[in-house]
């Protein structure tokens, strides 16, 4: 069993401690929150539990083997750091640092002490977005064309990251997840509307390897909740949508096929294929149990975080990027190759 204890008991906090006090693998090795008021109520809900609101406190306890960090994201480097520099494996909440050059920093710190270091990028250990890799890898849905999410919503405003740092971020992680392409350049365009606050609403585009291109829309003023994405393939599309009970992904056989001699507009036909729909079944898991029991299994066997912080780093470039587009009116931002991951993977 390994020991975890959670840094943070606000919004996200919770669900971190009841997943480490319920999940298999892991006992709740305590919790630590600055709130007095927020670290009783939890004191309440998990009695026994060893409760603090110092942080090296947390740290020092020896019964502890690993920290959850669920803080601001502006926390998230020093957090990271402490624990690591004490002996401590490392979970970080999304997105893992504020930085690349601090995510690049974590992850040589946590390589030099042999330990795991892992971020919080929760979309991936669902069933529906294991389910979209699967479908993706075994080649049904032929050459991957675009990816198309929009992700909406009434708040929640974060005082320290604006709407694309908070929602664009589990595009970005699933992106990185299921495609194998390399992204190469960002775009971005962002307005805030509320005085004094960051940008609430976003557009962003990523253009990768292979022709393949991804819109991404955030949004923290929208009426309704909207968590949709389309992904188009040669042979068959997807329209995933989280919000869906019963049926997340739905898998069309559509899609255009085209033929004549191409050196001639005028000789293409352009013929529309229209089949049957399918919802494939999903696990129903929920996907923090699952990522908690693969953080304590990385642990026990060494074994390489699939949401490790080199992933981290490759989504906090592309939020990077895309701040930099934003800031540049829509410029695009070109994104440093992967050797950089390559070289620190292997120092």
Not at 40 to 62: C, N, Q, W
Not at 96 to 109: N, W
Not at 315 to 320: A, S
Request: hydrophobic content about 45%; aromatic content about 6%.
């Amino acid at each position: 069993m390994v020991s975890v204890g959670v840094i943070g008991c606000g919004y996200w906090g919770p669900n971190l401690v009841r997943n480490f006090a319920e999940a298999p693998r892991t006992r709740l090795g305590g919790i630590c929150d600055l709130n007095p008021q927020r670290l009783d109520h939890m004191a309440k809900r998990y009695p026994g539990i060893f409760a603090t609101d110092s942080v090296g406190e947390m740290l020092a306890d020896p019964d502890v083997d690993a920290v959850a960090i669920a803080t601001p994201v502006s926390t998230h480097f020093d957090l990271g750091m402490k624990a690591l520099r004490a002996g401590k494996h490392v979970l970080i909440e999304k997105p893992i640092t504020t930085s690349s050059d601090q995510a690049l920093r974590l992850i040589e710190e946590a390589e030099k002490r042999n330990l795991v270091l892992m971020v919080d990028h929760t979309f991936v250990y669902t069933g529906a977005v294991r389910k979209i890799k699967q479908l993706v890898d075994t080649g049904q849905l032929g050459k991957i064309c675009y990816y198309d999410s929009m992700r909406v919503n009434l708040g929640l405003f974060q005082h320290d990251i604006d709407v694309i740092w908070d929602l664009a971020v589990h595009d970005m992680a699933i992106m990185d997840f299921i495609f194998d392409s390399r992204p190469l350049t960002v775009t971005a365009a962002g307005m805030n509307h509320i005085d004094g606050a960051r940008e609430n609403i976003a557009y962003i585009t990523v253009l990768f390897e292979n022709e393949l291109i991804a819109h991404i829309n955030v949004n923290w003023l929208s009426p309704v909740k909207i968590r949709r994405t389309l992904i188009g393939g040669s042979r068959q599309m997807i329209v995933y949508d989280d919000l869906d009970a019963s049926e997340k992904i739905k898998v069309y056989d559509k899609g255009v096929t085209v033929t004549g001699r191409s050196e001639s507009m005028y000789k293409l036909m352009i013929g529309y294929r229209s089949g049957d729909m399918h919802a494939p079944q999903v696990d129903v898991t929920e996907a923090l149990r699952l990522e908690a029991q693969h953080f304590a299994e990385c642990i026990e066997t060494g074994k390489q975080p699939v949401t490790d912080g080199f992933s981290g780093l490759k989504v906090v470039r592309m939020l990077e990027a895309a701040t930099r587009s934003m800031r540049q009116k829509g410029a695009p931002v070109a994104l440093p190759a992967d050797e950089l991951c390559v070289v620190a993977a292997s120092a």
